[in-house]
């Protein structure tokens, strides 16, 4: 809407502009809810500045966000960004109008959006929209039709946002008022299933999840006490560890809260030295803000904490604390429940599971240690007669060979606490035996609140055969097939689909070596570097699938699947990859050849099972996820990488890694590109210095890249190889801008390569 020149113009231009004030103010007022405000005054001013496109920013105070709605395949969608960056964020902080002719010259539009869904800002203006004289929001118009916005678009759109600025921020606190309604109705039904809940593990979870809800923070864990232990123990942590974690009920800031009964907040956990940065170390997880809040009973005992991490937005605020102190004092009774019901269960389970396995060996020892009976299974194991055992007392009969199982009888006599050792050896008749011993005290009932020891039971299993057994087959295959075989192997033969992460490793340039070290000693290296390797492997869960001349191959989620069966892999091959450095020093310190290797990993459905001849039968893997991270493995070559893995396993990881994308690739035999990552977890400061500086770099040099903006890649790639000189990748990159430059792809690039080799 031009400004016009004359003052009858003028005059008219004037009126229809309050004629569409007033008719916008008419809209707003008639919609529902703020959701129609929203669409309703973004639509009205790109219709009358002649917009492609517009968008109405309003500011949350809870979090420093500017938040945007869109409809999207039918539904509102709300799009967050900082409430200081970005065209937005400067008109939002400095209250100030402006008009960008061409923002892709301004340093403070951020084109990352537009790189993401392929659209193109050529122009733009927005406003503040004030309310008594407070920033409580921006409008933003993108795109005029005419070419340019003019300073009369400028103010026509400045004249809305004050038109709508009270309705808009009504609409507001009405939707935070019934958004604080919903919660507080969500927080009482949420009480309301969890007391309800009996199961332990499934209660934490709940409180867990619903703790980093309502305070929007990153990650919860509730921390029980274990009384007899003075240990506080977690069994369940949103966003990461799996298992349970103990800690002595004293230490780091969960035992400072739980000693002092009161709640800790700490906005920058690293400046606080309660804290302790082992775990972040460990996982590469890093925790920013820490909330931290007592579990107490009606009459102030205190059974554990719950702490709360890095909430989105900034630090945990009092009213979080109040929040974070209400819903776990309502939850403190029936957590409590909760634990006692956990202990039955337990004591349940395990008496079940004794009564399950009588076909072991059972002795009872009486008060004075003198042995009172010896089932069938027992004498077999013991390999005695009942004359030869009966009424003798444990010292007389288990004698200097067997001194340790005395050991065991007094410990659980003194403690009246079970007791259990796995694969010890028992001495029966001169022959060592592998046994599975449990000792458990036997009381009297419960009269009078006095319980009376009457004796000691002792429960043998003979797993010598098993375990011959079982350290046969692991020889020739994974122990982990091996168990499931010993363990019913009718069950697993045959082929099924399932998810599994294929590792695939495979020695550069092994031909060579092998020719200067000769067949005896390319078999010995051979053994010593598999040996490393393997260990690697099967401790992080992994099946070795097979031995491929020098290559191996692996899958994680076979034959039993894990819940993190990607971070295994990736673990794996960053422990391999470790693992070969400290060999490899080993190595030259002798004067013999380092050697290198490369590691593919890919995450897809495949097809396990026995392939073979009724004969001869192998338990394998194949399938197209094979296949990929084979050709991965051969791509270390061409990206000087050590460890490359494909988005399908890169997008399942749980935990944080140091992680490049570095390509787009089609691969050969495949019609889709798949993205590739390197790992770099493996470097240190001296093999790959101020590394993130140099993935900064390298990022916004692939950015560029795929936008076909050569100059600007080439400069971001030197600089990634300013940083580090032994980094392979940005000159292979800058060989490419620059061959691209020569050779321009054409208006259908996309920034994908296509490997010519497998």
């Known amino acids: 809407m031009a400004a016009p020149k004359t003052p009858a113009a003028r005059k008219k231009f004037r009126d229809r502009e309050m004629e569409l004030l007033l008719d ?117 118009m993108v795109n005029c039709e005419k070419g340019r916005f003019d300073p009369s ?208 060996g059972v002795v009872t020892l009486d008060e004075e240690g003198r042995i009172h009976t010896c089932n069938q299974a027992g004498l077999r194991i013991l390999r005695v007669r009942p004359e030869a055992i009966l009424m003798q007392t444990a010292a007389q009969f288990f004698g200097d060979a067997n001194s340790w199982v005395l050991d065991r009888i007094k410990v659980v006599d003194e403690t009246l606490q079970s007791d259990a050792i796995v694969d010890a050896d028992m001495i029966v008749a001169g022959e060592k035996v592998s046994v599975n011993l449990s000792v458990l005290p036997l009381m009297s009932q419960e009269e009078n609140r006095v319980r009376k020891r009457l004796g000691t039971l002792l429960m043998i299993e003979d797993i010598s055969s098993e375990k011959r057994m079982k350290s046969t087959m692991s020889r020739y295959m994974d122990p982990g097939v091996a168990a499931q075989l010993l363990a019913g192997g009718e069950e697993i033969l045959g082929g099924k689909t399932v998810t599994a992460t294929v590792l695939f490793a495979d020695i550069r340039g092994f031909t060579t070596l092998t020719e200067e070290l000769g067949p005896h000693a390319t078999v010995s290296l051979l053994n010593e570097y598999f040996s490393i390797m393997v260990e690697v492997i099967t401790k992080q869960g992994g099946m070795l699938d097979k031995f491929i001349g020098d290559a191996i191959m692996a899958a994680f989620g076979l034959p039993v699947a894990h819940d993190d069966d990607e971070d295994r892999a990736v673990r794996a091959a960053i422990g391999m990859v470790n693992a070969l450095g400290l060999w490899n020093a080993e190595r030259t310190a002798a004067g013999k050849a380092a050697v290198n290797i490369g590691i593919g990993l890919n995450t897809d459905s495949v097809v396990s099972g026995n392939i073979g001849s009724p004969r001869r039968m192998d338990y394998t893997i194949i399938g197209d996820g094979v296949n990929l991270a084979s050709r991965l493995e051969g791509a270390c070559k061409e990206y000087a990488a050590r460890i490359l893995i494909s988005e399908n396993t890169y997008k399942r990881l749980r935990g944080t890694y140091r992680a490049r994308e570095i390509d787009s690739v089609l691969v050969k035999g495949k019609r889709q590109p798949v993205a590739v990552y390197e790992v770099l977890d493996y470097h240190t400061p001296e093999t790959f210095p101020n590394l993130m500086e140099a993935v900064n770099y390298w990022n916004s040099g692939l950015k560029y890249y795929r936008l076909g903006d050569w100059d600007r890649a080439i400069r971001a790639f030197r600089e990634a190889a300013a940083i580090n000189v032994n980094d392979k990748l940005p000159p292979m990159y800058i060989q490419r801008c620059q061959h691209l430059m020569e050779n321009p792809p054409g208006e259908d690039w996309t920034g994908v390569w296509v490997m010519k080799t497998k």
């Open 153 to 360: 678009d400028l103010r026509l759109l400045e004249a809305i946002t004050v038109q709508t600025a009270s309705t808009l921020n009504s609409m507001q606190l009405m939707e935070r008022m019934k958004a604080a309604r919903d919660q507080e109705m969500r927080f009482l039904k949420l009480v309301s299933d969890i007391t309800r809940e009996l199961d332990l593990g499934a209660m934490l979870a709940k409180i867990v999840g619903e703790a980093a809800r309502i305070l929007s923070a990153d990650r919860a864990t509730v921390f029980l006490h274990d009384e007899k232990r003075k240990e506080l123990f977690s069994r369940v942590a949103t966003g990461g560890a799996i298992g349970e974690i103990r800690m002595p009920d004293h230490v780091g800031i969960a035992g400072a809260v739980f000693t002092s009964k009161q709640s800790i907040n700490i906005p920058y956990a690293y400046a606080d030295l309660r804290f302790n940065p082992a775990f972040d170390k460990r996982t590469g997880y890093f925790t920013q803000s820490i909330l931290c809040a007592p579990i107490l009973t009606e009459a102030g005992r205190i059974i554990g904490v719950t702490q709360v991490l890095n909430k989105r937005g900034g630090p945990f605020t009092d009213e979080d604390e109040a929040r974070l102190r209400a819903f776990t004092a309502q939850l403190a009774i029936s957590l409590e429940n909760a634990r006692l019901f956990d202990d039955v269960q337990n004591v349940k389970n395990y008496n079940e599971s004794m009564l399950q396995s009588m076909s072991n």
């Open 24 to 140: 916008l103010s008419r809209k707003v007022a008639e919609a529902r809810n703020l959701d129609n405000v929203l669409q309703t005054i973004v639509a009205t001013a790109a219709s009358e500045t002649h917009s492609d496109r517009g968008t109405l920013f309003l500011n949350d105070e809870r979090t420093g966000e500017l938040y945007s709605r869109v409809t999207q395949g039918g539904r509102i969608c709300e799009i967050r960004i900082l409430n200081n960056e970005g065209i937005a964020g400067h008109v939002f902080t400095t209250g100030q109008s402006l008009i960008v002719a061409d923002p892709y010259q301004d340093q403070r539009f951020n084109s990352a959006v537009d790189l993401k869904t392929g659209y193109v800002t050529r122009s733009l203006m927005a406003a503040p929209i004030r309310v008594r004289g407070t920033v409580i929001g921006v409008l933003e």
